[in-house]
């Protein structure tokens, strides 16, 4: 599992993956009974979790601006050879990964882009 996955699975979309997975399950239809329709699934309320998180931890963390405190939020190494990795398997360039800093601020973008791709929502002035 990456470290992108994993992120997801903190924040409840592994939840979400079940309820589509069993949504989607096949049932053998009877004559009695008409196939089931998909399950409406809502959004995952990344900003609420990630305040929640923020409220009980012990540190000042200032997930909105920093990959670091967002990934130490979630209980994830937040070492330089993790964010690389998490660059790597996000598809980071090249040009970028050369100057911690400026991954670090296309990585912090990225993984808030890739949320609320998946279904996250996202509020617009954090994208």
Do not use: Y
């Amino acid at each position: 599992m990456g470290i992108f996955s994993s992120m997801m699975d903190k924040l409840g979309f592994g939840d979400k993956k079940e309820a589509v997975v069993a949504a989607a399950a096949p049932v053998a239809p009877t004559a009695a009974t008409a196939p089931a329709a998909p399950a409406a699934i809502s959004e995952v309320d990344v900003v609420a979790k990630l305040e929640s998180l923020a409220a009980s931890h012990a540190e000042k963390l200032n997930w909105k601006v920093s990959i670091v405190d967002l990934m130490k939020l979630l209980g994830l190494d937040s070492s330089l050879t993790a964010r690389k990795e998490l660059a790597k398997e996000l598809s980071c360039p090249t040009e970028k990964m050369g100057d911690s800093a400026q991954m670090n601020m296309w990585l912090h973008k990225t993984v808030l882009q890739k949320l609320a791709e998946n279904g996250g929502n996202i509020p617009k002035e954090l994208l």
